[in-house]
T-cell receptor
Framework: GAGVSQSPRYKVTKRGQDVALRCDPISGHVSLYWYRQALGQGPEFLTYFNYEAQQDKSGLPNDRFSAERPEGSISTLTIQRTEQRDSAMYRC?????????????FGNGTRLTVT | QQQVKQSPQSLIVQKGGISIINCAYENTAFDYFPWYQQFPGKGPALLIAIRPDVSEKKEGRFTISFNKSAKQFSLHIMDSQPGDSATYFCAASGTSGTYKYIFGTGTRLKVLA
């Protein structure tokens, strides 16, 4: 498809388990963002890549969260030792150029539920 | 200082009416202000955006009004239609540092037929 693809669509995990969320951006898009969206809230910035370089990880809540984009395309957001408060919709977005005014294209998200 | 405050939280408008959603920001480094539209089960999609060098931008039935001195901007939807029923998010970004977008909390719009 031509859009941003995220997998899995839904993930239910037990507290304490590690999870890996995958994002496949639009082909050729330089920038890739991870956001977290709680129900009824706006997207909350987590981290951002230009190509394979992580430009900003200031939004990652704590050191249990990490992200990588090793070849400048697909990205993985990993949450270690999950906690119930990690339950949310995790959204990936990509943009053509890492510059102001380049629109974000969001995926449909991964709904994470930690039980 | 990184927040973007959005109001109202929800809005009900009659078909053909005008929908108005407001946002305010604090960080003067912000210089790009997009609005995103989100339908249930989907990711947000860019609707319209403005830079602070203009006070208004219009695209079809959608208009952004921007007040730089007040650090406020708003979305106007003219002739609102039931198909406009969605959640709308304002956002802000700037050229200082990285181009991360800070989003408002969203406005759920319902247009009655």
């Amino acid at each position: 498809g031509a859009g941003v693809s995220q997998s899995p669509r839904y993930k239910v995990t037990k507290r304490g388990q590690d999870v890996a969320l995958r994002c496949d951006p639009i082909s050729g898009h330089v920038s890739l963002y991870w956001y977290r969206q709680a129900l009824g809230q706006g997207p909350e910035f987590l981290t951002y890549f230009n190509y394979e370089a992580q430009q900003d990880k200031s939004g990652l809540p704590n050191d249990r969260f990490s992200a990588e984009r090793p070849e400048g395309s697909i990205s993985t957001l990993t949450i270690q030792r999950t906690e119930q408060r990690d339950s949310a919709m995790y959204r990936c977005a990509s943009s053509l150029q890492g510059q102001l005014g380049s629109p974000l294209h969001f995926g449909n998200g991964t709904r994470l539920t930690v039980t | 200082q990184q927040q973007v405050k959005q109001s109202p939280q929800s809005l009900i408008v009659q078909k053909g009416g005008i929908s108005i959603i407001n946002c305010a920001y604090e960080n003067t480094a912000f210089d790009y202000f997009p609005w995103y539209q989100q339908f249930p089960g989907k990711g947000p999609a860019l609707l319209i955006a403005i830079r602070p060098d203009v006070s208004e931008k219009k695209e079809g039935r959608f208009t952004i009004s921007f007040n730089k001195s007040a650090k406020q901007f708003s979305l106007h939807i003219m002739d609102s239609q039931p198909g406009d029923s969605a959640t709308y998010f304002c956002a802000a970004s700037g050229t200082s540092g990285t181009y991360k977008y800070i989003f408002g909390t969203g406005t759920r719009l319902k247009v009655l037929a």
